[in-house]
């Protein structure tokens, strides 16, 4: 299904979860740059004219080469010292998908995942046949060590040692550093696109897989609506997250921003679980919920303006779009819980 034209509209996240005491003044400039150079990179694309497919792309690939992100490089370990990553991408008018699951040589899953959209008759694949995939088509594999920084390093050797002196640690703060990259696009010809990229949750064992690389959990789009989440992966899962979001704006016309307020802020932590999401509609509306400290996030709506915004009580300074947005008169990039 084709829309008339629209302005194009670009949103990304690099994760909820922030916690403030964490963020020198010196990363969360690095953030802030990178943040913006993504907006940038994939606006450039956007106003090119390229496929909002193409664009989720390219912003989730500076993401992923910036190692302050929990994605391609930056990723939090496994238990076994390991990195283990997760990326998916939808099309929204065609619903065609690809995910990838466990890889642990592939520098930029999403362009992996969009491989498998394009390129397989499959949706994802996962570990080492991801990976022999990724070969048979010319894309080169890197060294494990790759991954590694001394920071994420320090993450998982801090929760090893909690695991060792029996405390949980499934809701404390090492585990939650969901740095999860993500990014949603409404291109000129008014299709939409959800990617979401990332290294799951710091000391995860047994291949554990988050929400991110299940279409309808972390990421989903369809021609009304585009979602990738972060957050306790789990519970993504289980609430089918991203698909709910773009159910209610589908199936029932209720605007962007309730519908991903309901799932997001409400049903997700009445289960035990937090995070947060973006949300884009084909009018241009955005939403972007979430009921943690922060979230590295940033967009450019239909007037064109960048914008990066991390903490929760941050002016995000946007409101509605100047498109005309008929089915969600309210949408704003408002981040704060509600
Ligand atoms: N949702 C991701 C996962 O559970 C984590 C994150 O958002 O950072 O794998």
């Not at 084709?2 to 400039?29: F, N, Q, R």
């Not at 008014?190 to 799951?200: F, Q, V």
């Not at 289980?238 to 921003?257: D, E, F, G, N």
């Amino acid at each position: 299904m084709s829309h008339a034209a629209v302005p194009p509209v670009l949103v990304i996240h690099g994760g909820s979860g922030v916690i403030t005491h964490d963020l020198t003044p010196a990363k969360e400039k690095a953030i802030r740059a990178a943040l913006a150079k993504a907006l940038e990179n994939g606006y450039a694309a956007l106003k090119a004219g390229k496929s909002a497919v193409a664009v989720v792309s390219a912003a989730i690939v500076v993401l992923e080469d910036d190692p302050n992100f929990n994605a391609g490089k930056g990723a939090v370990f496994t238990h076994d010292g390991k990195n283990e990553l997760d990326a998916a991408i939808m099309d929204g008018d065609t619903r065609r998908a690809g995910a990838v699951a466990g890889v642990q040589r592939i520098g930029n899953p999403i362009l992996l995942a969009r491989a498998v959209m394009e390129k397989t008759p499959y949706v994802m694949l996962s570990g080492r046949g991801a990976e022999a995939f990724a070969q048979s088509i010319g894309m080169p594999l890197v060294d494990p060590s790759y991954f590694r920084t001394e920071e994420r390093w320090q993450q998982l050797q801090k929760a090893l040692k909690e695991d060792s002196a029996g405390k949980p640690h499934a809701d404390d703060e090492t585990t939650k550093h969901f740095g999860t990259v993500g990014a949603v696009a409404l291109d000129t010809d008014g299709h939409l696109a959800a990617g979401t990229s990332t290294g799951g949750i710091n000391d995860k064992r047994w291949g554990r897989i988050g929400d991110s690389p299940i279409i309808g959990a972390g990421t989903y789009a369809n021609s009304d609506c585009a979602v990738s989440a972060t957050g306790w992966g789990e519970y993504y899962i289980r609430t089918v997250a991203a698909h709910a979001i773009c159910m209610q704006v589908s199936q029932m016309r209720v605007p962007l921003k309730r519908a991903a307020a309901v799932v997001i802020n409400q049903e997700i932590p009445a289960l035990g679980g937090n995070g947060g999401a973006i949300a884009l509609d084909a009018h241009g509306n955005i939403a972007i919920p979430f009921n943690t400290d922060g979230m590295y996030r940033g967009w450019i709506d239909a007037s064109g303006v960048p914008h990066v915004a991390i903490h929760g009580d941050e002016d995000d300074g946007s409101s509605a779009p100047p498109a005309p947005a008929p089915a969600d008169s309210t949408g704003d990039a408002g981040g704060q819980a509600q």
